[in-house]
């Protein structure tokens, strides 16, 4: 996998969640794929510490569902957009290349807009002859912080 495919593919999976193309953003996920965002800066374990989120694509596929079915938290609904610098490859095997992306975060629901920055780590795998996420961490500047729901992914 080449730095421009990455960064490709990171840029386009950022646009899936801004476009709210929920199954094409799913369908990035490795069969073994999760979603993490620790609650505590420098967190290493995700099993034994509480984290903002940690959701397989079960959980991933769950929350896809309840989104799509408008609960209350989405009336009006939220809309978001990502601003990534370019994505930086920090280390690959041949096998898995574990890539590392600052970002800026805005979701926007009604009158309100919650504002995030942080670094988006991704551990990236060729499934099926495909790019594929075998893990996303998100790292949030103030992930300590009382933090409002996020109802969007990052």
């Given at each position: 996998m080449t730095e421009a495919e990455i960064a490709r593919f990171l840029?386009?999976?950022a646009r899936l969640l801004?476009?709210?193309r929920w199954d094409e953003w799913y369908a990035l996920f490795a069969?073994?794929?999760v979603y993490w965002v620790p609650l505590a800066r420098g967190q290493t374990d995700s099993e034994t510490h509480t984290s903002l989120a940690y959701e397989d694509r079960l959980l991933l596929r769950l929350r896809i569902e309840r989104l799509r079915r408008h609960p209350p938290s989405q009336r009006p609904p939220s809309f978001s957009?990502?601003?990534l610098q370019a994505p930086e490859l920090e280390t690959a095997d041949g096998a898995s290349w574990l890539t590392r992306t600052p970002f800026f975060y805005a979701e926007a629901r009604g009158d309100e807009t919650l504002?995030?920055?942080g670094v988006a780590w991704h551990t990236l795998i060729r499934e099926?002859?495909?790019i594929r996420i075998r893990m996303k961490r998100i790292e949030l500047v103030n992930c300590d912080a009382a933090l409002p729901s996020i109802q969007l992914f990052l």
């Open positions: 840029y386009a999976e801004d476009e709210k069969e073994d794929g957009q990502h601003v504002h995030l920055a099926a002859g495909s």
